[in-house]
């Protein structure tokens, strides 16, 4: 079966860094463009980044540009999350997602996901 492995995040300062992983398994890892979200109490699952199939082409929510970057390694199935800058603001529960959707405006969206990891908590403190 699909199983989506997640790493990494924990606590953090405002401004210090942290490197989330996603390790993907039971699936063919190039078919599928990969994306992170993430989701606070209370909140719905926001859309921070994405990746196509080929890490050629990436996308990122306007409240992590320039401060987070996603990668991936294709021949190791995984897909990293690096988080620079890092706020208050960004304390949520982050999820790695995988998706057979290629048209960038269909990335941003969690309903297009099937299938997710099983979340990491990142708590930024002042």
């Known amino acids: 079966q699909v199983q989506l492995v997640q790493s990494g995040g924990g606590l953090a300062h405002a401004g210090d860094s942290l490197e989330l992983s996603c390790s993907v398994s039971?699936?063919?890892?190039?078919?599928?463009?990969m994306a992170w979200f993430r989701q606070s109490p209370g909140a719905e699952r926001q859309f921070v980044a994405a990746?196509?199939?080929?890490?050629?082409?990436?996308y990122y929510s306007d409240s992590v540009k320039g401060r987070f970057a996603i990668s991936r390694d294709n021949a190791k199935n995984t897909v990293t999350l690096q988080m620079n800058s890092l706020r208050p603001g960004d304390t949520a529960i982050y999820y790695c997602?995988?998706?057979?959707?290629?048209?960038?405006?269909?990335?941003?969206?969690?309903?297009?996901?099937?299938?997710w990891g099983q979340g990491t908590q990142v708590t930024v403190s002042t």
């Open positions: 997602a995988t998706t057979n959707y290629f048209e960038s405006r269909m990335l941003r969206s969690a309903d297009n996901f099937a299938h």
């Open positions: 039971g699936l063919t890892f190039i078919n599928f463009a």
């Open positions: 990746i196509n199939w080929s890490g050629t082409s990436t």
